[in-house]
Structures are given as C-alpha cells and as structure tokens.
T-cell receptor, first 113, second 114 residues
C-alpha cells in the first residue's frame, strides 16, 4: 500500500531564507506527484504537478523535483516570505486508474519576518 | 471567478440527524471528489464522480452517500451522522482525473457531530 511521508512536520525559518520541503513515497509506480498549499481555514491550492516522466517543475519562486526511482520529491522555495507561511502537502497518484490520491500529512511552514 | 463552493462552512449537529453538505463548481469539470481531513490521518477520499450519474467509492465511504444529478453539483449526504464523522470536509473538482489534472478544492466544511 502506498504511503507518503513528509519531513519535517513543522519548520520555522527567517524571512529571505531558501528552504526545502521533503516528500517520500514507498511505491514508485506513480502517475504523478502534486504539491499543494493549505492555509488555515481554507481549502487546498495546487502549486505544482509533476508527471512521472518529468524531473522537475517550476513556478515563480517554487521548484519541485521528482526522483521516482528513489521515491522522493522536494519542494524548493526561494527567498521565503511571511506570505509563504502555510501547510504544504504532497500527494501521489497511483498508476492504476482512478485510485484515490495518497496524501502526506504535510509540513507546517512558518516564515518569520 | 472559477471556484468550488461548499455549504455550510461550519455545522454542529447531533447523532442521527440527517444532513447534506452541498458542493458546486463553475468550471464545467467532469471529475468531482469528497475528502475528509483528520489530524494524524491526513486527507482521505470518501467518494468520487467521473461524470453525471457516475459515482464510486474512495478510501472511506462508510456512512456517506453522494449523488451527481447535475455536472456542477456533488452533494455529500450523511444519513445518520455519528461522532466519528466529526471532521473537516473538502470537495474538489478537476477537468480530467486527479491523476492527470490539477484539482481545485473548496474552502472546507467543518462538521461536529455531538
């Protein structure tokens, strides 16, 4: 059964730092991997979707990488800002049809001004 | 504005009293899903729908019902709510399946069953 782990569970950094969030998954047979952001009291917002054939995706200050063979993905945030404070979730899509996404429990990020 | 809306946002109810949480999307998406989010367990899919009149179970369907009579709406029905259904619920939609396409989430419904 696919399991997704995110480490650390919480992270606090000063504004301006570059940081890396980690996501690992146990079964490399995935269709894609997605990173989401969740703000308190709000729903999830999709940040980046990496297809299994891709190695990375970039959007602004965010860069997500995928190493399917080792079961790892990282989300790199450059020049962090207080507005980046949120919980970041990764989710993998198993390769077999419409099997539900498997989510990690998230990393709660605080960027201190 | 493209969005997924849910109502109510907050609900406190008692065991056994039937309730419906509505979900609506204005993006003409084929796929819609319901998730629940619990501390320590993360997000888990309850039910999903690939099109009108086509629904299927997710990971945790027990105690829930859904219907998809119109493309834009996907209500979640709790016929006889129990305290273990106290949770934060999210509706989501996507143009294609979540395996291939970005999902758009609603703002969530916080349900408390006493």
């Amino acid at each position: 059964k696919q399991e997704v782990t995110q480490i650390p569970a919480a992270l606090s950094v000063p504004e301006g730092e570059n940081l890396v969030l980690n996501c690992s998954f146990t079964d490399s047979a995935i269709y894609n991997l997605q990173w989401f952001r969740q703000d308190p009291g709000k729903g999830l917002t999709s940040l980046l979707l990496i297809q299994s054939s891709q190695r990375e995706q970039t959007s602004g200050r965010l860069n997500a990488s995928l190493d399917k063979s080792s079961g790892r993905s990282t989300l790199y945030i450059a020049a962090s800002q207080p507005g980046d404070s949120a919980t970041y979730l990764c989710a993998v899509s198993p390769i077999s049809g419409n099997t539900p996404l498997v989510f990690g429990k998230g990393t709660r990020l605080s960027v201190i001004a | 504005e493209a969005q997924v809306t849910q109502n109510p946002r907050y609900l406190i109810t008692v065991t056994g009293k039937k309730l419906t949480v509505t979900c609506s999307q204005n993006m003409n998406h084929e796929y819609m899903s319901w998730y629940r989010q619990d501390p320590g367990l993360g997000l888990r899919q309850i039910y999903y729908s690939m099109n009108v009149e086509v629904t299927d179970k997710g990971d945790v369907p027990e105690g829930y019902k859904v219907s998809r009579k119109e493309k834009r709406n996907f209500p979640l029905i709790l016929e006889s709510p129990s305290p273990n259904q106290t949770s934060l619920y999210f509706c989501a939609s996507s143009l294609a399946g979540w395996g291939t396409d970005t999902q758009y989430f609603g703002p969530g419904t916080r349900l408390t069953v006493l």
